[in-house]
């Protein structure tokens, strides 16, 4: 090679570069291709335990698994993954993570070996430009995620992500973040807001934490919340912390409230809404969960 094609040759160096990362890219997202649009579900973890007991709340977990088209991945967004900004999870293969303590060995014998998808989480931090959105390497699935996934998908073999709550941001923050996610039910994938919407550990009635049992507070928050869900007026739960002392004693802490946001932010217009789960116990918990899915 002459001196003049070698340096032709150099110059066109940076432009194959970027041609072959654009292409590279463009192979992964292309991995998941276009489906019906998929339903969005909250759902109502309740206790570690629900992972292994059999009862009402597993059977509607069930029951809904059973209803959806099958996912290409899932997207979850759980209350037992709170982090100083956004972050995916990108491994290929995450850890079942047992995020609790003093409950029975079996419980912490149970793994959820579903495999992730590196290229789910690069999709996800492409299409959120609010913020930069890292890619986590460490997490793994916590009991949010695990406890009730392996309710609807027990063979484990569904690709699953999970994405953190950015415990420093007000509560529009993450509503309009989850919209950017919205293209996602386009291409197969089912995404999950898991949590609680009435989450008070502190009042428990632990001697009733199997009956179907609320305290007025409990009830009258919980009431509140599922009429602005049905008549589509998201704004008062999107502003929760000005609604009064119900909200103030149902939600102590946002973690577990959150994802519900996000599950309501990716609602489009005449999408059909409806609840199922819909029980308290302990007092001060309930187990309601919500189905977003178009008409």
Known sequence: MNRKKF????????????????????KMTSQMNSTPKMPVLFLGHGSPMN???????????????????????????????????????????PPTIHDFGGFPQALFDVEYPAPGSPELAEETKQLITTTDVGLDDKWGLDHGAWSVIRHLYPNADIPV???????????????????????LRQKGVLIIGSGNMVHNLRMVAWRKLNEEFAFDWATEANEKMKSHIMSGDFQPLIDFKSQGRAFDLAIPTPEHYLPLLYTLALKDENEKISLFNDKPVGGSLTMTSVKIEPN
Request: glycine share 4%.
């Open 51 to 93: 992972a292994i007991e059999e009862n009402e709340f597993v059977a509607g977990f069930r029951k809904i698994g059973k209803e959806l088209t099958r996912p290409n991945a899932i997207l979850c967004i759980s209350a037992h993954w709170e982090t100083r900004g956004t972050y995916v999870t990108a491994m290929q293969n």
């Open 161 to 183: 992500v999970q994405m953190s709550i950015d415990y420093t941001q007000p509560a529009r923050y993450h509503y309009e973040l989850a919209k950017q996610i919205s293209s």
């Open 7 to 26: 340096i032709k040759s150099m110059a066109l160096l940076p432009i194959l570069t970027s041609c072959m990362n654009l292409k590279d890219l463009d």
